[in-house]
């Protein structure tokens, strides 16, 4: 049976002319319209908005928590199919004479950045300590919580949430747009990545629809990304000593969530209009070498050896459980305080929520991590986004959380960095270790800190926007005109601040986790479309048939 050459040409219908022009107008307008209700929603009734987006977030995570863990292991396991597979692991994406855009230190800083980076100052401290304190071993009498033999335990669990499971999720993502774009010549949007399931019938609704789910994916994604950032930057605030912006337990104030808005929003608008390669590439490689100096200070200053062994031997224990923690479900009996009630709980509220996560963080860390790995072959490209920004969780986890558990344990540290919010965590930890020597040097950590955090954001912020505008642009990767990057650069902050002044960071989690299930159909889709089209190809390889269709010059190395 003869095999066809692949579909390299999908048409989305673009305004000529007008304020849309070059702009894909359904899915632009329609995801301007849903965003701007959500957000007018949670501003002006806050209460009621946090009161129906907990209830949906309840149904969901009572139904969906089984597909959201199964799904999620799908991703792993397609990431190594297409990785160790050798007729995939070398099809380059793009032509075959193209090599990478970008160095790999640049590469690299942009994934990391773009990703993960914001997260990495809230959780590589205050997730170690959560899990020290409670997780599935200790609900089951397996383990004892804030105990020596727990520790291991939590950094199962630490790394499970931010290890492999979640950088396949934006591979998946990442993969499949390179790969139809760059070989396929294909617009650089979501749809895209499903043309060997839907063929042609994209270029209509059924395409805008998958362009939109991803938009209001991403955006409340991005979300959850910022409503952290932004709780934790107006610690870090009150912590270099401008009052007034934090109330009593640590949380920031209406106040000063509008001031950390208007000041992270205001400078990534800014840099989304320089675009990739010059504000959002500058960024990235300042917020790495700031980051490896903070690194670097835990790790020669901190728990040196308790982050050894957290770091390798954590890891050990991680891979061994993959498996187990990658597939089992907890199921309740619907008594409230049992055991099998606490474990579905904590799963819920722990690797559900993650996975919801990562799934809505997709459509834009995908597309990005598509944008610069032009010219990298699907192993490189799979062993750079999955296993390479997952190991630097892990020695964020193992040194920055393992000097706060072994200060706590073994250097007098109380409730000083445990009892401080999980923002604040980082700053109480840095402030305690320095402090006694001098005042002035915990200061100066405090602000690297509050700048590093600042660059991680706006990196974050910036790309989200520039995403968005591709994907509503039908995947032009070009300049787009400054009121659009302006209305989403508002949109994001509106939505950030309306989420937090309704409910705090839980009323973005339930807004998050609500928006990323009809993209977690469309990411399962993603990985048999890439498995059909990789099989395809190698068909067409052998029979003589390109499959290689983009034509473009060679993009000369950085």
Known sequence: ????????????????????????????????????VLAVWCIVWPIQAGAVLGNWNAIILE?????????????????????????????????????????????????????????????AVAEPVAHFKNNPSVIQGITDGSAENNIMAAYEWSYLH??????????????????????????????????????????????????????????????????????????GLNRIGISGLVMEDGSATTVGIIVALLFI?????????????????????????????LLGFFIIFGATWFGVNAFFVGIWEYLKALPWMSFNVFVSDGVEGSESFLLAQWQGWWPVFYWA???????????????????????????????????MCFVWFAWAGGTAIDLTLNGDAGDTIFGAANGDKIFAMTEFMLAPIAEALAWAMAVLIVVLLMTFLVTSADSAVLIVNTINAAGDEGPKARPHILFWGAALALVVGGLLISGGTGAIQTAMV??????????????ISLLKAVYNDGRREAAGVESVTVDTQATPAE
Request: net charge positive.
């Open 1 to 36: 049976m003869s095999i066809k050459p692949p579909l390299s040409d999908l048409p989305i219908k673009t305004a000529d002319s007008g304020f849309y022009s070059g702009f894909s107008v359904n899915v632009a307008v329609i995801s301007k319209i849903i965003i701007s």
């Open 63 to 123: 139904i969906f928590a089984s597909w959201y863990i199964w799904v999620t292991a799908a991703f792993v396991i397609t990431c190594l199919i297409l990785a160790l597979w050798p007729a995939s692991g070398r099809m380059k994406l793009g032509a075959d004479h193209e090599v990478p855009e970008f160095t790999n230190f640049s590469w690299f800083s942009m994934m990391f950045g773009a990703g993960i980076g914001v997260g990495m100052l809230t959780w």
């Open 162 to 235: 931010w290890g492999f499971s979640a950088w396949s999720t934006y591979a998946i993502a990442g993969l499949a747009l390179a790969f139809f774009a760059y070989r396929r010549g294909l617009p650089l949007t979501i749809r895209s990545s499903l043309t060997p399931l839907f063929g042609k019938a994209l270029s209509g609704p059924l395409g805008n629809i998958i362009d939109i789910v991803a938009v209001v994916a991403t955006i409340l994604g991005v979300a959850q990304t910022l409503g952290f950032g932004v709780e934790q930057f107006v610690a």
């Open 265 to 293: 929003m205001g400078a990534s608008t800014l840099s989304a209009m320089s675009g990739v390669g010059k504000g959002i590439k500058w960024l990235s490689n300042i917020n790495m070498v700031l980051s490896i100096f």
């Open 357 to 391: 996560w990562w799934i809505a963080f997709a459509p834009f860390v995908g597309l990005f991590l598509a944008r610069i790995s032009r010219g990298r072959t699907i192993r490189e490209f799979v062993l750079g986004a999955m296993i390479v920004p997952a190991l």
């Open 514 to 527: 609500i928006g990323a299930l009809p993209f977690s159909v469309v990411m399962a889709l993603m990985c």
